[in-house]
């Protein structure tokens, strides 16, 4: 009996998270996104904090001309704090041959409180697009800083 239940609680724990950080490949369609239009998908990810401590998948997989989205998971009376997202460069592919500069990473740069999407009639997820000339193999850094919580460095690969 226990272990049937223990076996019910770690399926339910696994499934809970199992889009977090990883590729929906589905189109949206223009009315649904902030990016432009022929959006080839989204990559879902989870930013949950709160009185010192701020918890985000460290890897995340994303793809050209989708959504990156992050979903704000702001313990109670933490919803007022500005969460605020500073792209920077990561490691880069070998350019192709008569490509332009690499695509810079100011596509990442938003600062919103969970507290303002609602308040826009929004749901507190940061959507970021992401740049469809970004190549294959680019790797993204960027901080995640909240205010008077802290500072947290994932990562977001350019994987299809």
Known sequence: ???????????????????DGMAIKKPIASMDTDCKVNVRGRTDTRLKYGKDDIDIKWKSHVGRNTEFRILL??????????????????????????????????????EKSAKELEKEGKKAILVLCVP???????????????????TLDPRADVTW
């Open 73 to 110: 998971k702001p313990k109670p009376g933490y919803d007022d704090k500005k969460v605020k997202i500073v792209g920077k460069w990561g490691k880069l592919p070998p350019p192709p041959a008569g490509s332009g500069l690499p695509t810079s990473p100011d596509w990442l740069n938003i």
């Open 132 to 150: 469809s000339d970004v190549p294959v193999g680019t790797e993204y850094k960027f901080d995640v800083v909240i205010e008077s919580i802290g």
């Open 1 to 19: 009996m226990n272990r049937t239940i223990l076996l019910l609680l770690a399926t339910a724990a696994v499934s809970a998270c199992a889009n």
